[in-house]
């Protein structure tokens, strides 16, 4: 149980264009999503968290109209990077969690790698 | 954003020798997780810690919650080439809040 998917798993671009990630957790209602980026041979860094039903709130530094992020259900959020650049270029990770009272595990996608030409 | 402090950074060990990392934070936290992540995937949990002073075991791997609640190490015992990854800890501020911050990360290579 507990399975996050993304899509795509890598995207090629070209610098200017918007792409959008999907994450979706499969067999569970994920009352809270996070997006985190991760450059080569780094850590991941905590973008967003997104709660179903509100908007996301930003981690200082991330800029929130250049990362856009939906999270219409319980089952699915989206990231779209608008205008993207080549310093866009990174690994994205998801993670849901259930939010129950107590359990506060998070479960992670396996990534969406985007490369900004 | 804050990190976590990891160490050592890489380690390089011949298959059957024991593995010792840790993390350290100048903030306190009260959830100490430990991951890991194999190349081109999500980071994967390892064992979860709730209480300071805990030792929790999965298997070949131990890890403990450090007292000060700022540190915690994680153990692997007679390593195998599977075992092979970074190893990330993560630390959670306040129980319900489920942001992670994570550390900078072990890279261990087993030397055949």
């Known amino acids: 149980g507990a399975v996050v998917s993304q899509h795509p798993s890598r995207v090629i671009c070209k610098s200017g264009t918007s792409v959008k990630i999907e994450c979706r957790s499969l067999?569970?209602?994920?009352?809270?999503m996070f997006w985190y980026r991760q450059f080569p041979k780094k850590s991941l860094m905590l973008m967003a968290t997104?709660?179903?039903?509100?908007?996301?709130?930003?981690e200082q530094g991330v800029e929130k109209d250049k990362f856009l992020i939906n999270h219409a259900s319980l089952t699915l959020s989206t990231l779209t990077v608008t205008s993207a650049h080549p310093e866009d270029s990174s690994f994205y990770i998801c993670?849901?969690?259930?939010?129950?009272?107590?359990?506060?595990?998070?479960?992670f996608g396996p990534g969406t790698r985007l490369t900004v030409l | 954003g804050q990190q976590l402090n990891q160490s050592p950074q890489s380690m390089f060990i011949q298959e059957g020798e024991d593995v010792s990392m840790n993390c350290t934070s100048s903030?306190?936290?009260?959830?100490w997780l430990w991951y890991k992540q194999e190349p081109g995937e999500g980071p994967v949990l390892l064992i979860a810690?709730?209480?300071?002073?805990e030792l929790t075991s999965n298997g070949r791997l131990t890890a403990q919650f450090g007292i000060t609640r700022k540190d915690s190490f994680l153990n692997i015992s007679a390593s195998i080439p599977s075992d092979v990854g970074i190893y990330f800890c993560?630390?959670?501020?306040?129980?319900?809040?489920?942001?992670?911050?994570f550390g900078t990360g072990t890279r261990l290579t087993i030397i055949p």
């Open positions: 067999d569970f209602q994920a009352t809270t």
């Open positions: 903030s306190i936290f009260n959830t």
């Open positions: 993670s849901a969690s259930e939010g129950v009272a107590g359990v506060n595990e998070q479960f």
């Open positions: 993560a630390g959670q501020l306040s129980f319900g809040n489920e942001k992670l911050t």
């Open positions: 810690l709730y209480k300071a002073g």
């Open positions: 997104s709660n179903e039903g509100s908007k996301a709130t930003y």
